[in-house]
């Protein structure tokens, strides 16, 4: 994952802070913005896990923070609903001249609704998601509403949300109060994926409901069943970041020679932010590498040594498959346990000394099928033979150099 800071301009000339994510040795085919929820901030947990899944099928995602909160300039008591839509194509308008016009839009909760207004006003945005999205922009005042009334009289007050006070005016009831999701949607006409979830406590279901109803085909319905409003469980989030990509991959242009030219297999690509997700290419496929969360990272992924262990794994039962095939065996599946540690050898001197351990991959096989001990025996041999373990074995090099 390459992580950029950007900062772009809105229509009212104050600048907004947001975050450029692109995929690891790849070009984007597509670019996506991000619409964080109702006084969150582009570092949503969330938020991040979306981009993340977005980023490692070959998207480039722009997350931000809308005017007043976060990183961006700005006072939030002086915003409105259509203000968020007009930094949205503020943050479109910076993607078209920086990179390329986005094709995907994402909102969550109230950022679902505005990307819909949004969509509306770009030509290039073909596809629309929207996570626990409200119907209506209205639908947030009952957020607000034992200040609703202090609000109305006074013009302004301090509201308490999620623990943090924020100053709400009179006019951004009003701004609420002017938009029509449901009709916005009818003539939106572009492909449209609804994502809620049944125990949504913040936004009802129902809202998906309308939102689906009002919008013509090609539209999609996926429940989050179990995921709470702010999709806190991490694989609630990640799980949404994978159906999208699916998803919005029969919508938007993926050209295939998309992918920067290099001449090696692997690719790694982990940028300076806190902690420790890699993005990686192998050959021509797309994954992840991590660190367990007690070493400091967020376990999205194998660790590098696992990484090694599946690849004897899986050399193993391949080389073992290749041989019992040419000689007509029985074997109807074969099973390869690996896990790596640092142990003493067997036929160590001062085992009590840290530097007397060795590297240690210890692995187990399970065979099934109708073979005699002998077969049995020879196929332990040759599980010894396969390429990888060889490697493991012989002397090797790494050769680096600066590109």
């Known amino acids: 994952m390459n992580l950029q800071k950007i900062q772009f301009k809105n229509k009212e000339g104050l600048v907004l802070s947001g975050r450029l994510e692109l995929p690891a040795d790849q070009h984007p085919h597509n670019y996506v913005i991000f619409a964080h929820c109702f006084t969150c901030t582009k570092n949503l947990s969330a938020v991040r896990n979306i981009s993340r899944s977005l980023t490692a099928s070959g998207f480039g995602v722009l997350r931000f923070d809308f005017t007043g909160l976060g990183e961006s300039e700005g006072d939030?008591?002086?915003?409105?609903?259509?203000?968020?839509?007009?930094?949205?194509?503020?943050?479109a308008n910076y993607l078209e001249e920086n990179h390329a016009a986005p094709t995907l839009m994402v909102g969550?909760?109230?950022?679902?609704?505005?990307?819909?207004?949004?969509?509306?006003?770009?030509?290039?945005?073909?596809a629309v998601v929207t996570v626990g999205a409200p119907s209506n922009p209205k639908h947030v005042q009952h957020l607000l509403q034992d200040n609703i009334d202090e609000i109305e009289n006074s013009g302004v007050a301090t509201v308490n949300l999620s623990g943090r006070d924020f100053r709400i005016k009179k006019q951004f009831l009003d701004d609420l109060q002017s938009h029509s999701l449901p009709e916005v949607a009818k003539n939106l006409r572009r492909a449209l994926l609804v994502m809620h979830s049944p125990q949504d406590l913040t936004v009802e279901i129902s809202n998906a409901e309308q939102i689906y109803v009002a919008a013509h085909h090609p539209k999609s319905f996926v429940s989050l069943d179990g995921?709470?409003?702010?999709?806190?469980?991490?694989?609630?989030?990640?799980?949404?970041?994978?159906?999208?990509?699916?998803?919005?991959?029969r919508?938007?242009?993926?050209?295939?020679d998309s992918r920067i030219q290099t001449r090696h297999n692997v690719v790694a690509s982990l940028s300076g932010t806190k902690g420790y997700t890699t993005q990686m290419k192998v050959g021509n496929h797309y994954m992840v590498a991590d660190?367990?969360?007690?070493?400091?990272?967020?376990?999205?992924?194998?660790?590098?040594?696992?990484?090694?262990?599946?690849?004897?794994?899986?050399?193993?039962?391949?080389?073992?498959?290749?041989?019992?095939?040419?000689?007509?065996?029985?074997?109807?599946n074969i099973e390869v346990h690996t896990s790596y540690s640092k142990q003493h050898a067997v036929d160590c001197e001062n085992c009590e000394l840290d530097s007397a351990k060795i590297d240690t991959f210890d692995r187990e096989i399970k065979l099934e099928g109708n073979l005699d001990e002998k077969q049995i025996a020879r196929i332990l041999e040759i599980a010894d033979k396969c390429p990888v373990h060889r490697t493991l074995h012989s002397e090797t090099q790494v050769i680096t150099k600066l590109i």
């Open 76 to 91: 939030f008591a002086d915003t409105n609903f259509s203000g968020n839509v007009e930094d949205l194509v503020a943050a």
């Open 108 to 126: 969550h909760s109230l950022g679902g609704a505005a990307v819909i207004f949004a969509a509306a006003e770009l030509e290039s945005v073909r």
């Open 227 to 249: 995921a709470d409003h702010l999709l806190s469980r991490k694989e609630d989030s990640l799980y949404v970041g994978n159906v999208i990509a699916g998803w919005a991959s």
């Open 251 to 256: 919508y938007v242009e993926i050209p295939k």
């Open 291 to 332: 660190e367990p969360e007690s070493v400091g990272g967020n376990d999205y992924g194998p660790n590098p040594y696992e990484y090694v262990s599946a690849g004897l794994s899986a050399c193993t039962a391949m080389t073992v498959q290749m041989y019992v095939r040419r000689k007509g065996w029985d074997l109807e």
